[in-house]
């Protein structure tokens, strides 16, 4: 029958470890939280060959959430979703010569698919480029992974998501480091002490 004739918006929202907003929340906050990005995957269909054979293709679309929607389903099933206004991958990404991904957020795609389950989504962050106004250097956000998909362990809160890397091709600093290091959640600023 469908979902329920009255749908509830929300501003922000917290799902997969990650709090959204929209981007007219976005607005009025000092955080930027309404970037998302959906990895996509396609069977791709060779015509070259005569076996029809394919290949599993994989690809990331980038945008910001324009609404968050829960729909009712019949009380027992609720289905959240995101409207976003999508960057074209054709015009709008590129990878520039250091591996960042760029995407211009002027661009307008895939008007007619603007929705997205939200358990689908991963957060990411657009750093305007110096270089150029017009596009954005992506970062992938961080997870709060404690409580999400049964993950109590709190070694594990630290580990970014294993997403495609935003930096593929710089090249690493040839530098030790001790495989014991950790990060600190307990460190406070320290105290001044004045020079004589």
């Known amino acids: ?11 922000s929202y917290d799902i997969n470890g990650y709090t959204f907003y929209t981007q007219n929340q976005d607005r009025k906050s000092t955080l ?3 970037g998302v990005t959906l990895i996509a995957m396609s069977t791709e ?28 389903y019949d009380s027992s099933v609720i289905v959240r979703v995101f409207k976003c206004k999508w960057v074209d991958n054709r015009r709008g990404v590129k990878v520039d010569e250091d591996g960042f991904t760029l995407v211009n957020l002027s661009t307008n795609g895939y008007v007619s698919e603007p929705f997205i389950l939200a358990k689908q989504a991963n957060q ?13 250097i992506v970062l992938h956000g961080k997870r709060r992974i404690l409580g999400v998909e049964n993950v109590v362990d709190e070694e ?8 495609p890397p935003f930096s593929i091709g710089i090249p690493s600093i040839n530098v030790d480091i001790n495989d014991d290091a950790t ?12 020079e004589r």
């Open 183 to 194: 990060l600190r959640l307990d460190h406070n600023e320290g105290s001044y002490v004045e």
């Open 124 to 136: 990411v962050f657009f750093v305007e480029d110096p270089m150029d106004t017009r596009w954005h």
């Open 1 to 11: 029958y469908g979902p329920q004739n009255a749908v509830s918006t929300y501003q």
């Open 32 to 34: 930027q939280n309404s």
């Open 45 to 72: 269909y060779s015509s070259a060959n005569h076996e029809g054979r394919s290949c599993i293709a994989k690809d990331s679309y980038y945008g910001v959430i324009q609404e968050i929607w829960e729909l009712n």
């Open 156 to 163: 594990e809160y630290n580990q970014f998501d294993d997403l």
